[in-house]
């Protein structure tokens, strides 16, 4: 089963499956989803890949198009996966992230669900996520911010389910 929603020029879509995190199955629903966003955006068929910013790889990190202005990001979860895209000339950096479990567990020390994906999402737009310690972020209204930083937009997203999920982003 698949949603959809449109957050300003971001759209974003979940798709659930019968997989692990990130097993064959939730990977092919990734991809998929990636791959139709990115046409609907562009108009074209165009390749998805990883590279990431922190050391150069290209079997993990942040999903890119070539020779595409469009920015993406992709989280799995146990049962789902999430991905968002929306053209670079409107946003600057984009983060999705998506966990299994009920809004008010507690992720972490002191942080409940829900806003573990605010964080999550956000220091994956930021694009520095293995870098940044959650425990400095500041969740607040509808922004994420960690110090030094220029703030996140933040939404959580109505996730059927038994998922929490959330988008950070900047307007260019």
Request: charged share 20%; proline share 8%; with cysteine.
């Amino acid at each position: 089963m698949e949603h959809r929603w449109s957050v300003g020029p971001i759209t974003v879509a979940v798709r659930k499956h019968d997989g692990a995190r990130r097993s064959p199955i939730a990977r092919d629903a990734g991809s998929l989803l990636l791959t139709d966003l990115v046409r609907e955006l562009t108009g074209a068929e165009a390749a998805v890949r990883r590279l990431c910013p922190n050391c150069g790889a290209t079997d993990h990190g942040r999903p890119v198009v070539p020779r595409r202005d469009v920015v993406l990001s992709l989280s799995y979860a146990p049962g789902a996966v999430a991905v968002a895209a929306a053209p670079g000339d409107a946003i600057d950096g984009l983060g999705i992230d998506i966990e299994a479990g009920l809004a008010e567990t507690e992720a972490i020390s002191g942080v409940c669900l829900r806003d573990w994906t605010r964080l999550e999402a956000a220091m994956k737009a930021d694009g520095r996520a293995s870098m940044l310690d959650p425990a400095t972020a500041v969740v607040s209204g509808d922004h994420v911010s960690f110090p030094g930083a220029p703030p996140w937009f933040s939404t959580v997203l109505p996730v059927p389910g038994p998922f929490q999920a959330a988008i950070a982003y900047r307007y260019r």
